[in-house]
């Protein structure tokens, strides 16, 4: 008979799909997972949202991912909320971009574009699904809307797994990663 079995155990080597705890001091105690191994160093992404915070202030997506808030906010406040032993280990927090949650499809072509595969484990729906505080939340990506098209909005994922845009200065949920030394 095949079984799958979820255990804990000490390892030097996280391999895609293994799980980690982390307690952010002033936000709970969330799970993240391995999406990618290299040589940089392993990325781990939340398996659930971690808070709501908009992209930006003001409704505007000018500067892109690079020059907003979210990314002055998570390296500001969500870093340092990481546990010491841990945070000495981040290299990068940032949101994951449209290419690693959905790839490269038709609607990708209405944003900022990424060179980036799709995680495999985002490849079923189930897992872009997320909640905050009980509810089914949308939440963040990367990338901003091309000029073209608006310069207000941000990619996101909506509460049911399937690919969005909202408003910059809107309250989505942030479902971070970041990229952990070898």
Known sequence: MKVARKVQFKTNEICVGDQINVKLHGFGKFT????????????????????????????TNKGGFGGSDMKKWLNEVVLRAFPDKLRNKVTEITLPTYGEIFGHDDFYENFEPDNDEQFEMMKRRGNRVCDFEDDWCWWWLRNAV???????????????????YGDASGSFGVRPEFWVVR
Request: charged letters at 25%; glycine letters at 8%; one cysteine or more.
């Open 146 to 164: 091309k000029q073209e098209f608006s310069s207000a909005l941000f990619a996101c994922v909506r509460g049911y797994g399937r690919p969005g």
């Open 32 to 59: 993240a997972t391995a999406q990618k191994v290299t040589d940089k160093g392993i990325l781990f992404l939340f398996d659930e949202v971690i808070a709501r915070h908009p992209m930006n202030e003001s409704n």
